[in-house]
């Protein structure tokens, strides 16, 4: 059977840290965190979402949330927005320092009705993820749901779910292209977020400029370009798009360029050596705070009154701040895992600042953990030693045994996290394996320092 039909209490249900609407750097972050998150983009309506839940509480639910079991946790891939909608009014403590105000609102609507954490979701649930996408794929990325997903959000799911079509894959090349231009993050953020994407790809990822740059992919996704000026006027037309004109004076949005035609005219008239007045008007509307923080936007749209969300708030000084690989240096016993840890070590420090290498060292943590997992298993249980994979085995032993002295060694939160279950840990170094996972450093970090704990339990130096 593809689904079975379960009630399930919310406190077992989890969001999923891979859903279309977060960001990657949010890959492994908390409940607590993905929640901010939702709360922090009005066009999620999670707040009105409440509202609903309290005043419909007596009704049937009309839609079944869709659960996949990953055999570690049930994890919810439809229905993260209303999962955080209950689990707000069952716990409001969640936003407790996130915002007061809804926290007095939230407890107030809750001493109406009768929630709490063993509150009841009719769920479908499968242990096949590919089925679970296919209601993905019904809802969202055909477009049949209340809160559609944005442009970028559209990309993101493609992207993750492994089935872009070209179009797709364009934008996705032109995005981390984009990334990685000389230009200050504040701008690259503000052309690929709500207000100025889908202008930006309507210009940049369409017919007229596929055949006015060029524009194609490689066999490994990356941007390729047959103009050689193309990343100068690449500037050039992030600055129109986000001053909405031209240094001539021209307007430049969809409603004047609304046509193949006039778009393609106008890319055509982008020149290389605008870059220079790019970058003097960068110079010149840089700002500078009394505490020496440097800032700047050419962007018209006014920032809208929200709850501040940049990076997700971490537990711990070490997971916010850290970026040494496995969070601080391994003083282990000679061996293969001592050797191995050396070595990718030394290929993390000569390439700390190029994302090429991520995807790189990702297969290296889940590589380590195996290697560590042979030599356990070498040294404990020769039967067993002879699978082809023991590093989830392993892992399972770690959990437990590491489990046991949580009251007595000062883990990370992170750590402490996994151990009680919060973390998949498991499932990401196999993503990191196949290569099927959009690889941010943040996310290769803080799996590196719980793997670095799990190296320092069993392999430290005496």
């Known amino acids: 059977m593809k689904f079975i039909e379960r009630k399930i209490p919310i406190e077992k249900l989890f969001l999923w840290d891979e859903n279309a609407r977060f960001p990657d750097q949010y890959y492994n972050s908390d409940e607590k965190e993905l929640i901010k998150y ?10 009105e979402f409440v509202d609903e839940i309290v005043n419909d509480i007596d009704l049937p639910h009309l839609e079944k949330v869709v659960v996949w079991d990953s055999s570690e946790q049930l994890i919810v891939l439809e229905g993260n927005r209303r999962l955080a909608g209950y689990k707000l009014l069952a716990n409001p403590e969640l936003v407790i320092d996130i915002d007061k105000k809804f926290f007095s609102l939230l407890l107030s609507k809750k001493s109406t009705i009768n929630i709490d954490t063993n509150f009841l979701l009719d769920c479908l649930v499968s242990e096949d993820k590919d089925q679970c996408y296919r209601y993905i794929d019904r809802k969202h990325a055909k477009g049949n749901n209340q809160v559609g997903w944005l442009e970028p959000e559209r990309v993101n799911y493609s992207k993750r779910r492994g089935v872009e079509s070209q179009n797709t894959k364009i934008k996705i090349a032109i995005t981390e292209f984009v990334r ?19 202008t930006f790809y309507r210009f ?3 017919g007229p400029a596929k055949e006015t740059f060029g524009l194609s992919t490689n066999e490994n996704g990356e941007l390729t370009y047959t103009d050689k000026f193309f990343p100068d006027k690449l500037k050039v037309i992030i600055h129109n798009v986000l001053k909405k004109k031209d240094f001539e004076g021209n307007t430049v949005d969809t409603r004047e360029l609304n046509k193949n035609p006039e778009i393609k005219s106008y890319l055509e008239s982008v020149k290389s050596e605008n870059v220079t007045k790019v970058n003097n008007e960068i110079e010149n509307n840089k700002k500078t705070d009394i505490f020496g923080n440097e800032t700047i936007k050419l962007g018209t749209k006014k920032s809208q009154q929200q709850t501040p969300i940049i990076v997700p708030h971490r537990k711990t000084p070490t997971s916010k701040e850290n970026t040494i690989l496995f969070g601080k240096s391994l003083a282990l016993r000679a061996g293969k895992v001592n050797d191995l840890y050396r070595a990718i070590l030394n290929i993390y420090e000569k390439n700390e600042f190029d994302s090429t290498v991520l995807p790189i060292i990702g297969m290296s943590l889940r590589l380590i ?4 997992a042979r030599v356990y298993f070498n040294e404990n249980d020769t039967d067993k030693s002879k699978k082809d994979q023991l590093y989830n085995d392993f892992l399972k032993i770690a959990k437990n045994e590491m489990s046991l002295e949580k009251d007595s060694v000062n883990y990370l939160s992170l750590t402490t996290d996994w151990l009680d279950g919060g973390n998949n840990l498991e499932g990401m170094l196999a993503k990191y394996a196949h290569g099927n996972i959009t690889v941010a450093k943040d996310g290769i970090l803080k799996n590196s320092f719980i793997i670095g704990e799990i190296l320092e339990y069993y392999y430290k130096r005496q």
């Open 204 to 206: 940049i990822a369409t």
């Open 180 to 198: 990685k231009l000389d230009l200050p993050n504040e701008l690259i953020n503000e052309v690929l977020g709500q207000g100025y994407v889908t």
């Open 369 to 372: 953990t195996e290697v560590a």
């Open 38 to 47: 939702f709360l922090s983009k009005p066009n999620f309506k999670l707040k």
